[in-house]
């Protein structure tokens, strides 16, 4: 999970209102 923390974290922050982008990590 660390490994893609940054990364997710990235794209939460640059689509904070797209659901599907913090799903993809975590999918």
């Known amino acids: 999970m660390q490994q893609l923390h ?3 974290r990235m794209e939460y ?3 904070p ?3 599907a982008a913090m799903k993809r ?3």
């Open 6 to 8: 940054p990364y997710w």
């Open 17 to 19: 209102r797209y659901p």
């Open 25 to 27: 990590p975590f999918t």
């Open 13 to 15: 922050i640059e689509a």
